[in-house]
Each structure stands twice: as structure tokens, then as C-alpha cells.
């Protein structure tokens, strides 16, 4: 569970800084009039000294309220929050917690049908992982500490197994698991090395079960670092004086020295081995095919708290495995086309950029860095599938797993009707019938494979269109699931010549397959005509016709290009020149060389304050966005109003009085609900990548109404998740909380998980917004303009259009050379005008300084609504909120605001009582209290004196 950000404690230590200073002043000058009173006569200095204790009470007292009521106003007011999950909610979450982890495990491998053990009681599990597994990520996405997990040890015995003790105390004896948090990522991966066993502790493993279990675990956590390409340059604690775990240049997701001895040993002392990859990031695997006695294998990443009981029941069998995977797994990521731009790289020529940034209180530096996105379209197996058909590659010798690949322990069979064509939609069914003779499930995957011209519009050979899962089939059973599909979807979209989206004329592939590569059955459609979506025929329902808006994000790069069997690749992927062009240089700002007046419209009018309509928020509930009823409301707030609800919206968004808008919460994460302020928190979920590979939408959708109904039981209106962004490489330090490498397949995920989440009243902050596809804080990102549309947007295009997302969290990066909360074309031409999306898009988190390249005025006139911070003295506030474009775009920021707010379940039952929050009055109370309490003191004080005049 992510704790309070020390970056707002800190934050606020410094917005309080004048008061506390004014407080210093005031008591010092109480001490010296106590000093000096040693002068005065005794009746007199006892008046004086007595008056100077009565003065530094009620400095005291003044300035902590006006703390509390000022600067720390937010963050006492998320303190004061309430609500927890119930017993029952939690029981519920539990047991859809282990239905997903049974589906979202993949079975990678299974000979001689090892799996499931139905002869077996007893298994040795080896690897120190296997007693100290990964159960999610860290940072937003990470779990919490108020549920008590089962690990993989509980799992198998709740299922019946008997697991080797003396093992499991050796590994527990060995290390406690390194720190991977949001603070300190420490990547050392420890391991007994094989000369630390004891002889009588293998003997005692070979007696106790023929079966043995290797776990290899990889963690990962939000933070400054993607995973190590180099792990000789990253802080990495080897397990032995004797060897190095990594040589210079190996990878952090291949097994270490250590992990290949353990593999050998093992292997070499049983014949039935099952490997456990828990990792949400793809490793390099072809060990399993080295060895025979590897007979099983399963991916099976963080499963939250209690998922790891469903690898019981896949052991067991009582559980049929479904899941499919959701990256490509290569043999040798080093020959991958993105190898080069695995991780970002500072500019050599930037230094003087460098920023003061933090990390849960820890001090850190953040320098201009870059990712070129090279290869283009060619993103995971759409590059893989395509560069075989193309003969670059050789299939077999280079992926070991398709995108979409995973066995069951049974067979389906599955047959394609006709396609039929209605209108703009195409049409057609598949029925599943299982062959085998035990109950599973099966997904139907549908590509598309469109025609493609040398050296024209970029296409890939393999493209997903749709999936659906069938319900759990009975041996012989079948059943036929129908699937629509929209002809744009088989559009491409063309940069360089038409820029805009194109359906070419030709031959359409449509195939169903068992993973990417395999195909079961297909039809072909043809084009007859190229269709050009410009003027009045848009693409998708976009309600303007898209053209190049992103031109300036394609940078000086070489992109990979299909041309002559892609002829280009070596140029294409090479590693790129870490300079950034002089005239580049020269346009790049952050906070500290920002003109402030860039955005500033002389001639923009004042919009309407503090004017007394009688429009309430809750009569606006249901209210298009753009009815003139919501001139009316804003036309009543003030503007400290507007700046209050803008600038003031980390994990909660301000009252407004005015208007009858009450403060609401926000919260994270995609794992498990974690209020970080009131330390309530909800049992913690798989991670995003498991849950995406249940390939089960309707299973999805269930985890978002459960996500749904814990916020409302915590109060929350607000879900900062799921994250959409795409596993651009097996390197993203952020993987675990995003879907797939695949913009549909994680478009599905995340429409799915929208609409169950907001089907409870609470509004889903899809996010990073956008190109933030690793941990990629003041990165520049180069993508061309067929990318970004094609690949990298394509989920959230499906989340607001499909799933009616409501919110949405900006991303940190910069693309190209300006941050993505300054990117108009992305957040007014593509999300609002293109898509229609009229709900909140908020900042990521700001602290105090923006990280030193955020600012609301360079945000809020460009399409950023609110500020994911909670004190109001830095960036986050216009320098000049007098100034009237600066107004309106508040004015235009609040709108979005509070019109997904009134829709959330907050406003449901129309009018919400508001009036000062009860911590508040209890200030006011103690304020009053204590003048009371001085005012008697003095009459006493007075009153004393004059006795002893007289006397």
C-alpha cells in the first residue's frame, strides 16, 4: 500500500513556512517583552508578563488554525475521510480475486500431461521465489498490508498438496525480499547458490516427491527505472564471492548464474519438474525447452492476495487452465526490433535541464531523457508475424510463445461461418465444441491480415479484431458465439500521403486462430473501392475527421518501414544519436524557463463571477455538458472558486459552496482500492496483465463492478485506473498495471473494466494519457503519427468511445519535446474534439514544484482540467488569476470537473447536504474556546493588578 506522500508533507512543511515564520516572530517578541519586563515595576511586570503568556496562546492558536484551515486545509480533510469495505464485499472480492487468477494463469507447457497431478500428495517447491513470491507491482498499483495473502506454498496446501517444510524453511532462512517500492528499487534477485544446500536436504527432496516446483520471479515497481538492460550498471546484490550473477551486458530478464545453476541441480536429480514464471514482465525462457525433465510449465505473475490459491486448484485440476498470453515471449530479446530503445536515454547535451524531483521523500534528480519509437507500427507480434511472412526472420528459432498462446487440459475444436455484410458492419460466427474429456474454456481470437502494398501505408500481417471466451464447456459440448465488427476497424491510418485514415481496396483476411501465429480458420472480404475518411466520413464515429496532429512527435528518427522485406531495419533500429538537435535545444522549456504569459490571451473578456442564479450542481445531473444551464452554474462561482477545484485535486476534488459541490475522494489503484490518507484499503486484485490474460471481457467487467462497489463502501467516487498503456517492451518498469502489448486486446480490457466500474457510480480515470508506456518521468517520446493513432491511443479511443470513461490521468512524459499536459492536440483535438470526451482529464501527481516541468498555466490552457496535488502554493495555482483567458480556462477546466462529478453516484439521489466539514467547525470550536478562555485570563490578570495597585 502506497502511505502518505512524503512530498506533500514536505510540500505543505513548505507552504507553511510564512506562518510558521510569522509564529517565530510573534513569540520571540513575547519573550523579549517578558525579558525586558525584569525593568518594570513588580505590579506592572506581572500585568505585562502575564499578558505576553496570553499572547503567545493565542498566536499559537491563530496561526494553527490558520494552517489547518489554510495550507493543510486538503490534507486534513482526506485524514477525516470514512468508509470501509465489509466483510461480506471482501468475501466476494476473494473469491473473484482466485476466479481470475484461474483464468489469467497461462499453461505454457505440459508434456506427458504432467499437469494435473492426480496421483501426486507431495511436491518440493525450489527457489527461494517459491517462499517469497511477487504479488503485485509497487507504488499505485501495488497491494496492501491489512489482508493477509496466500502464497504458493498455501495455495498448493489448500488444494490438498503436501509441500516439502525443510525447503521452505531454507529459503526462508536465506534473505528477506529486497525493497521494490516507489521509494528504492533494489533488483537483486536473491538465491541460494547450489553449493549452500545440504546433501541430506536434496536426499530428504528426492525421498519426499518425484515432483519438484522451480519458482523464477521478476518484481517491478512505479518509480524512475524500467527494468535493467544492463544489470552490471544497477543496484544489484549478487548471491556469491565466487561468480557474478550477470555478466556486463546481460539483462535483468534472463536467469541469473545462480537461477541456471538451481535449474541444472534440480533437473538433475528429478524427472518431473514444473517451472512457476512469476513475472509480469516476459523473460526469456528457453530453458524450459533445454530440458527434458521440465515436463510443465506456468505464468502465473502477481496474483494479489489470495490468487495463488487457483495454482492449487491448476495443480489439482480442478481448475482448467484458459488463460492466453498477452505479450510474445522471444528467445533472445537483444534481436528484438525495440532493443536499442528498451529503456530511455538521457541527452547527453541536456544536463543543464536537470530538475529536483522526489520519491516518497527521497530527494532525486531528473534529467531531459528520450525513447525513439523506431519501430513504428511494429509492435510486439504485429512485427514478429509480419517479419516471418516478410523472411526476415525465422518464426520457430525466434519466439518461443505467440501473443495469444495457452494450453488446457483438454481440446476444442472451432469452425468460422461466412462473413455477411450489413451496411458498415461485417458479421459472422464461430462455434466451439470441446473434443476432449474434460470441462474448459476457449478463447476465440479474430485477426485480420489486409492487403498490403511494397512501400505503401505501413501494415502489419497479423492484427487482432476481436475476442470473446466461451462460457465452460462440457466434454462434446459446444457453443457459437457471434461477432460484429465495424469495417473501420480494418482501416490503416496513412501519415505520410492521405493523413488520414484509409481502407484500402483489396482482399481482407479475417481469421480466427489459436494464437497469432496459428490459424484455425479464415474468410476474405474484399474492398471493392478505397475509402478515404476525411470532411463528412469519419472514422470510428469520431465526431471530426482525424488528420496529422502530431507531426512534431515524429522527431529526426528512422522508423521501421515493411518496404523490400523490411530492407530499412538495421538504419531503423539502430542506437540512436543522444543529442538533442540545437534547434530543438533552443524550444525546450521546463517550469524554470517557462513564459508564463505564453497562454495569455490580451484580448480575452472576464467571464461572469459570483453571480446568484439559483442553479445548484444537482440540478445539473444528466445535463449535457454544453446545455447553457452550466453557464449558469459557472457563472456563480468566484474565481478563488474555480482555482480551489483546478489546482486543489489530489485524490479528492474541493467543495464549492456557492454551487452546492461537496468535496469528493479519489483514489488508487488498479490492484486494490488504498486510501493513503485514512490507511482504509480493499483486498488487492491480480495484476493488470493477469487479468487481461483471462481474455474473458465479461469476467473483466466484474472486477470493475467489484472495484466499483469497494469505492463506494469507502466513499470514493473516483478510480485512478486501469492503466491502458501498452508493453511497448518487456522492460516497463510499469507492465504489471498495464494490459498487453496489443492497443485492442488492452482496449477490450479496459471498456470492460470501465463500464463495470462506472455501472456503480464511479467515474474511471483511464490513464497514462499519453505514449507513457514505461516509467518515463520528463521523457522525450518519438513516435510517428500511424503509431500513435494505430498502437498507442488505440485503448483509450476504445475506453472513452466503448466504455464511456469519464475521467482520464495525464501522463509525465513529453512527446517530443513539449510535456503531454501541454499537448493540445492531444487533449482538445483528439480527446475532446475527435473523440467527444467531455469528462475531468487530470495531472499525475504534481507535488510541490511539478517535478519541475509541470505547471497549470501551460495545463489548463491546453486541455488539463485539475492538478494532482493537495496544497496550493506551487505550479499548481496560475501565476496571475486576475487574468481573464487565465479565468476562462479555469471556467472551461470546472465544467469538466463538476460535470463528471454530478454523474457520479455522489449526486444520485439528487441534492448533497453541504456545509463546513465537522473537522472544521471543531477548529472554529477551539479557536472559540480558547478566546473565551484568554478573554477570562486577562479580566483575571486585570483584576489582580489592581488589587495589588490599591493594596
Known amino acids: 500500500m502506497v502511505g502518505i506522500n512524503m512530498e506533500d508533507v514536505i510540500g505543505v512543511l513548505q507552504t507553511c513556512q510564512p506562518y510558521l515564520i510569522a509564529l517565530g516572530v510573534l513569540l520571540a517578541l513575547c519573550v523579549a517583552v517578558a525579558v525586558a519586563a525584569h525593568w518594570i515595576g513588580r505590579p506592572l511586570r506581572a500585568l505585562v508578563r502575564g499578558n505576553t503568556v496570553v499572547a503567545a496562546v493565542a498566536s499559537v492558536t491563530a496561526i494553527a488554525s490558520m494552517v489547518c ?38 499453461m505454457l507447457k505440459n508434456d506427458d500431461g504432467l499437469l494435473p497431478l492426480t496421483d501426486v500428495t507431495n511436491i518440493n517447491l525450489f527457489g527461494w521465489a517459491s517462499e517469497n513470491p511477487a504479488y503485485a507491482g509497487g507504488g499505485s498499483g501495488g497491494i496492501n498490508e491489512l489482508y493477509d495473502t496466500v502464497s504458493i506454498r498455501q495455495g498448493l496446501e489448500n488444494a490438498g498438496f503436501s509441500v516439502n517444510q525443510d525447503l521452505a524453511d531454507f529459503y526462508a532462512a536465506y534473505s528477506e525480499r529486497p525493497e521494490m517500492s516507489i521509494n528504492k528499487q533494489s533488483w537483486s534477485l536473491p538465491e541460494p547458490p547450489v553449493d549452500t544446500y545440504p546433501l541430506d536436504l536434496i536426499d530428504g527432496a ?21 527494468l535493467p538492460t544492463d544489470v552490471s550498471q544497477a543496484n544489484f546484490d549478487g548471491n556469491s564471492d565466487a561468480y557474478e550473477d550477470f555478466e556486463a551486458g546481460e539483462h ?24 512457476l514464471i512469476n513475472s509480469a514482465n516476459p523473460m526469456e525462457l528457453g530453458f524450459i525447452d533445454d530440458y527434458d525433465q521440465i515436463k510443465s510449465a506456468i505464468w502465473c505473475a502477481g496474483p494479489g492476495h489470495v490468487g495463488f490459491n487457483a495454482l492449487g486448484g491448476i495443480f489439482s485440476g480442478e481448475i482448467n487452465p484458459s488463460g492466453r498470453t498477452t505479450d510474445t515471449l522471444v528467445y533472445d530479446m537483444t534481436q528484438a526490433p525495440w532493443w536499442n530503445n528498451a529503456v530511455k536515454t538521457d541527452y547527453s547535451n541536456m544536463g543543464d535541464y536537470t530538475v529536483e524531483g522526489m520519491n516518497a521523500g527521497v530527494s532525486q534528480e531528473f534529467s531531459p531523457a528520450f525513447l525513439d519509437y523506431a519501430e513504428g507500427i511494429y509492435v510486439g507480434y504485429k512485427f514478429y508475424e509480419t517479419a516471418a511472412d516478410e523472411g526476415l526472420i525465422d518464426y520457430e528459432t525466434t519466439v518461443q510463445y505467440p501473443f495469444g498462446y495457452g494450453l488446457s487440459y483438454t481440446t476444442f475444436e472451432q469452425r468460422m461461418s461466412d462473413i455477411a455484410e450489413n451496411g458498415d458492419e461485417l458479421s459472422f460466427s464461430v462455434t466451439v465444441t470441446n473434443t476432449g474429456d474434460t470441462a474448459g474454456k476457449d478463447v476465440v481470437e479474430v485477426y485480420y491480415d489486409p492487403p498490403y502494398t511494397n512501400g505503401g501505408i505501413e501494415k502489419a500481417s497479423a492484427n487482432l479484431l476481436d475476442e470473446q471466451k466461451t462460457d465452460l464447456l462440457a466434454p462434446g459440448a459446444s457453443q457459437t458465439l457471434e461477432f460484429t465488427v465495424a469495417k473501420d476497424d480494418l482501416a490503416s491510418y496513412d501519415y505520410l500521403d492521405a493523413k488520414a485514415w484509409v481502407l484500402e481496396a483489396g482482399d481482407y483476411t479475417i481469421s480466427i486462430n489459436a494464437d497469432a501465429h496459428t490459424e484455425l480458420d479464415s474468410r476474405t472480404y474484399t474492398v471493392a473501392d478505397e475509402v478515404v475518411y476525411r470532411g463528412d466520413a469519419t472514422h470510428n464515429g469520431d465526431e471530426t475527421a482525424a488528420t496529422n496532429e502530431f507531426d512534431d512527435v515524429a522527431g529526426d528518427v528512422t522508423y521501421l518501414s515493411r518496404a523490400d522485406h523490411f530492407a530499412n531495419y538495421a538504419e531503423a533500429t539502430a542506437k540512436a544519436d543522444d543529442e538533442l538537435p540545437d534547434e530543438l535545444r533552443a524550444e525546450y522549456h521546463i517550469n524554470e524557463n517557462f513564459d508564463y504569459s505564453t497562454y495569455l490571451d490580451p484580448d480575452a473578456e472576464m467571464p461572469t463571477t459570483g453571480a446568484d442564479n439559483g442553479v445548484q450542481l444537482a440540478d445539473l445531473r444528466g445535463v449535457d455538458v454544453d446545455d447553457p444551464q452550466w453557464d449558469a452554474l459557472l457563472d456563480e462561482m468566484s474565481v478563488q472558486d474555480m482555482v480551489d477545484l483546478t489546482s486543489l485535486a489530489g485524490y479528492q476534488t474541493a467543495a464549492v459552496d456557492s454551487i452546492g459541490k461537496v468535496q469528493v475522494t479519489d483514489a488508487d489503484g488498479p490492484a486494490a482500492i488504498n486510501n493513503n490518507f485514512t490507511g482504509a484499503g480493499s483486498i488487492g486484485f491480480p495484476v493488470a496483465t493477469v487479468i487481461a490474460q483471462t481474455w474473458n471481457p465479461q469476467l473483466v467487467q466484474e472486477y470493475g463492478e467489484m472495484m466499483g462497489r469497494m469505492c463506494r463502501e469507502m466513499n470514493i467516487a473516483g478510480w485512478y485506473a486501469p492503466g491502458v498503456n501498452i508493453h511497448r517492451s518487456p522492460f516497463g518498469g510499469r507492465n504489471y498495471e498495464f494490459y498487453s502489448e496489443d492497443g485492442v486486446l488492452s482496449g477490450i480490457m479496459a471498456t470492460a473494466a470501465i463500464e463495470g466500474c462506472q455501472s456503480q457510480g464511479v467515474y474511471a480515470f483511464i490513464k497514462h494519457f499519453a505514449l507513457y508506456d514505461g516509467n ?12 500513435i493513432r494505430e498502437i498507442y491511443l488505440r485503448p483509450f479511443e476504445m475506453g472513452i468511445k466503448d466504455g464511456g470513461a469519464q475521467a482520464l490521468m495525464v501522463s509525465w512524459n513529453y512527446l517530443g519535446i513539449k510535456w503531454a499536459g501541454e499537448n493540445s492536440s492531444l487533449l482538445k483535438t483528439v480527446l475532446r474534439d475527435e473523440w467527444g470526451f467531455d469528462g475531468m482529464a487530470i495531472s499525475d501527481y504534481f507535488r510541490d514544484n511539478g517535478h519541475g516541468f509541470m505547471n497549470a498555466d501551460a495545463a ?18 496560475p501565476r496571475n488569476t486576475e487574468d481573464a483567458s487565465t479565468v476562462q480556462y479555469m471556467r472551461e477546466a470546472s465544467r469538466h470537473i463538476l460535470y463528471t462529478v454530478v454523474n457520479s453516484w455522489v449526486y444520485e439521489d439528487g441534492d448533497v447536504t453541504v456545509g463546513m466539514e465537522p473537522w472544521k467547525m471543531a477548529v472554529i470550536g477551539v479557536d472559540v474556546a480558547v478566546g473565551l478562555l484568554l478573554v477570562g485570563a486577562e479580566v483575571l490578570l486585570v483584576r489582580r493588578y489592581l488589587r495589588r495597585r490599591a493594596a
Open 69 to 106: 484551515l489554510g495550507p493543510m486545509s486538503t490534507l486534513i480533510g482526506l485524514t477525516m475521510g470514512s468508509g470501509q469495505v465489509s466483510a461480506e464485499t471482501t468475501r466476494e472480492a476473494g473469491d473473484l480475486v482466485e476466479t481470475i487468477a484461474g483464468e489469467g494463469f497461462v
Open 206 to 226: 528426492r525421498q519426499f516427491s518425484d515432483v519438484a516446483v522451480i519458482t523464477i520471479s521478476r518484481a517491478a515497481s512505479e518509480g524512475q527505472n524500467d
Open 252 to 275: 535483468y530478464l534472463r536467469l541469473s548464474r545462480t537461477e541456471e545453476d538451481l535449474v541444472e541441480m534440480v533437473c538433475s536429480n528429478f524427472d518431473d519438474v514444473i517451472v
Open 776 to 787: 518515463s518521468k520528463m521523457v522525450c517520446v518519438w513516435s510517428n503519427e500511424q503509431a
Open 860 to 877: 489548463l490552457a491546453n486541455g488539463v482540467d485539475a492538478m494532482l496535488s493537495t496544497y496550493g502554493s506551487g505550479p499548481n495555482v
